[in-house]
């Protein structure tokens, strides 16, 4: 039975079901509401199928619930209303039923899960039939299964394709066999989805704490290359005998082991908070990140040479940036996301770098903190990942140790520094034109970099000192013009 005690809290139907007894509107909540009611699951959306005048039907809700209106689909009498409330940010999407009646509406629905409805007048009358269920929904949720309601499914909208991953990985469902296999047939259809709704399914995934394995699952069916087309280039690249996969196993694992990296440090604070920052569009910096670990090593293929029986990958981080960024193009990431990604990528090896020296100079870690700004903590999280995942013959346990215990080192010294109270700049760009006569140009940036790490390493301390160093650098820079 449906918990109408439940649905008879929520402060919106009531609103909608008095509306359409006055306009003779007939209204039934689908899909979503009335599957997560059934597990017990908030939801903060609602689908409503009305049998006519659905955009209209919603304006006059937005008036009353004082939200905002926004047209979906004109030609498809499909419209939005944004609510808030206490914090919370409601959507409510009326559509006109897609056939005659809904139950050919639900006919034309997605999966079983997906393809019930109520009508809004039980809550007025309490009948039990007004709910329908022609596809055993309620029975598959029961079974914890995700299933096409026919075989058109993934034709009529090729974005389910990778929906039943998401839905799949969200609610924990088993994925039944038929569909899989119509997914996998129907793949090439994921052409024709817009990239920004690919994008939001692929974050659906890249939130869940095991998006790993619903990647691997993606790419044994031939589907994670519809979307990420670099991961063929990827497939039997292998490595030398520090590692014991090629380089898209590699990457499966490196993403398997920051989801477990998160689950070590969720007591930390300071680093929980820093992940579920949100860069944009509601992504987070965890998820952000996962999709980066899983393209670090993407450049690797084009660097590869062989050199005196070695395996060697020279400059891959930079040929990584540059594809990685490309991705970002196709899947419309914001520019956030694509420098965060750059950054993380470019950086990823730096430190590894730094665990290999006895004793980090504070040099070499103003250095890295500068480089990696708001990133410094993704890059040691990513670099720790890649090391755990790197375990072949030629690997020493001591040099894992190592490289860990450095990485948590720095994790620590990233938040304790962002803490601290900044040293006041010595010298500025004005005393660099007023003491020293310099035009403003590219060595003015060299310049006071190079006099804050000084500076931050003590080997420097006093206005004058700070002087002296600029006119070495912009002396040098001169003859460098010069012999050019």
């Given at each position: 039975?449906?918990?109408?005690?439940?649905?008879?809290?929520?402060?919106?139907?009531?609103?909608?079901?008095?509306?359409?007894?006055?306009?003779?509107?007939?209204?039934?909540?689908?899909?979503?509401?009335?599957?997560?009611?059934?597990?017990?699951?908030?939801?903060?959306?609602?689908?409503?199928?009305?049998?006519?005048?659905?955009?209209?039907?919603?304006?006059?809700?937005?008036?009353?619930?004082?939200?905002?209106?926004?047209?979906?689909?004109?030609?498809?009498?499909?419209?939005?209303?944004?609510?808030?409330?206490?914090?919370?940010?409601?959507?409510?999407?009326?559509?006109?039923?897609?056939?005659?009646?809904?139950?050919?509406?639900?006919?034309?629905?997605?999966?079983?899960?997906?393809?019930?409805?109520?009508?809004?007048?039980?809550?007025?009358?309490?009948?039990?039939?007004?709910?329908?269920?022609?596809?055993?929904?309620?029975?598959?949720?029961?079974?914890?299964?995700?299933?096409?309601?026919?075989?058109?499914?993934?034709?009529?909208?090729?974005?389910?394709?990778?929906?039943?991953?998401?839905?799949?990985?969200?609610?924990?469902?088993?994925?039944?066999?038929?569909t899989l296999k119509l997914a996998q047939e129907n793949k090439d259809g994921i052409f024709s989805v817009s990239s920004e709704r690919i994008r939001e399914e692929l974050f659906k995934i890249l939130a869940v704490p095991n998006a790993a394995d619903f990647f691997k699952k993606m790419d044994s069916l031939s589907i994670l290359e519809k979307i990420i087309p670099e991961v063929n280039i990827m497939?039997?690249?292998?490595?030398?005998?520090?590692?014991?996969?090629?380089?898209?196993?590699?990457?499966?694992?490196?993403?398997?082991?920051?989801?477990?990296?998160?689950?070590?440090?969720?007591?930390?604070?300071?680093?929980?908070?820093?992940?579920?920052?949100?860069?944009?569009?509601?992504?987070?910096?965890?998820?952000?990140?996962?999709?980066?670990?899983?393209?670090?090593?993407?450049?690797?293929?084009?660097?590869?040479?062989?050199?005196?029986?070695?395996?060697?990958?020279?400059?891959?981080?930079?040929?990584?940036?540059?594809?990685?960024?490309?991705?970002?193009?196709?899947?419309?990431?914001?520019?956030?996301?694509?420098?965060?990604?750059?950054?993380?990528?470019?950086?990823?090896?730096?430190?590894?770098?730094?665990?290999?020296?006895?004793?980090?100079?504070?040099?070499?870690?103003?250095?890295?903190?500068?480089?990696?700004?708001?990133?410094?903590?993704?890059?040691?999280?990513?670099?720790?990942?890649?090391?755990?995942?790197?375990?072949?013959?030629?690997?020493?346990?001591?040099?894992?140790?190592?490289?860990?215990?450095?990485?948590?080192?720095?994790?620590?010294?990233?938040?304790?520094?962002?803490?601290?109270?900044?040293?006041?700049?010595?010298?500025?760009?004005?005393?660099?034109?007023?003491?020293?006569?310099?035009?403003?140009?590219?060595?003015?940036?060299?310049?006071?970099?190079?006099?804050?790490?000084?500076?931050?390493?003590?080997?420097?301390?006093?206005?004058?000192?700070?002087?002296?160093?600029?006119?070495?650098?912009?002396?040098?820079?001169?003859?460098?013009?010069?012999?050019?």
């Amino acid at each position: 039975m449906i918990p109408l005690h439940e649905m008879k809290k929520n402060p919106f139907f009531g609103v909608i079901l008095k509306l359409a007894e006055l306009n003779r509107r007939k209204v039934y909540l689908v899909g979503g509401y009335l599957r997560d009611l059934f597990l017990k699951r908030k939801s903060f959306d609602f689908d409503f199928a009305v049998d006519k005048g659905a955009i209209k039907f919603s304006r006059s809700i937005a008036e009353r619930l004082k939200g905002d209106f926004v047209v979906l689909d004109k030609e498809h009498g499909s419209a939005r209303v944004i609510v808030k409330k206490e914090n919370t940010s409601y959507t409510l999407d009326f559509t006109d039923f897609r056939g005659r009646d809904i139950n050919e509406d639900l006919s034309l629905r997605d999966f079983t899960i997906n393809a019930m409805a109520l009508d809004l007048s039980c809550l007025k009358n309490a009948a039990s039939e007004e709910f329908i269920d022609p596809y055993s929904g309620k029975s598959d949720i029961k079974k914890g299964l995700i299933k096409v309601i026919n075989n058109r499914a993934f034709c009529d909208d090729p974005l389910r394709i990778l929906r039943v991953f998401s839905l799949s990985a969200v609610l924990k469902f088993k994925i039944d066999g038929e569909t899989l296999k119509l997914a996998q047939e129907n793949k090439d259809g994921i052409f024709s989805v817009s990239s920004e709704r690919i994008r939001e399914e692929l974050f659906k995934i890249l939130a869940v704490p095991n998006a790993a394995d619903f990647f691997k699952k993606m790419d044994s069916l031939s589907i994670l290359e519809k979307i990420i087309p670099e991961v063929n280039i990827m497939r039997d690249i292998q490595q030398g005998p520090y590692h014991h996969l090629d380089v898209l196993e590699h990457s499966f694992e490196a993403m398997s082991q920051i989801e477990k990296l998160f689950s070590e440090l969720k007591r930390n604070k300071k680093v929980s908070v820093y992940l579920d920052e949100i860069i944009a569009a509601e992504h987070s910096r965890r998820q952000v990140l996962k999709l980066a670990v899983f393209l670090h090593d993407i450049g690797k293929p084009d660097a590869i040479t062989f050199e005196e029986g070695k395996t060697k990958f020279h400059g891959h981080e930079h040929i990584g940036r540059r594809l990685a960024s490309a991705v970002c193009d196709r899947l419309k990431l914001s520019g956030k996301e694509k420098d965060a990604i750059k950054a993380m990528i470019l950086w990823h090896l730096r430190p590894g770098y730094l665990a290999d020296n006895p004793d980090i100079s504070e040099r070499a870690i103003f250095r890295y903190f500068r480089d990696t700004d708001s990133e410094g903590v993704s890059i040691l999280l990513l670099s720790m990942a890649d090391q755990r995942s790197t375990r072949g013959p030629l690997t020493v346990k001591a040099s894992r140790i190592r490289h860990e215990k450095t990485c948590l080192w720095l994790i620590k010294e990233y938040f304790r520094r962002k803490e601290e109270k900044k040293l006041p700049k010595i010298i500025t760009g004005d005393d660099l034109m007023e003491k020293l006569k310099l035009v403003p140009g590219p060595v003015f940036g060299k310049i006071l970099d190079k006099v804050e790490e000084e500076q931050a390493a003590g080997e420097i301390t006093t206005k004058k000192e700070a002087l002296e160093l600029a006119r070495q650098i912009a002396a040098g820079h001169v003859k460098k013009i010069v012999k050019t």
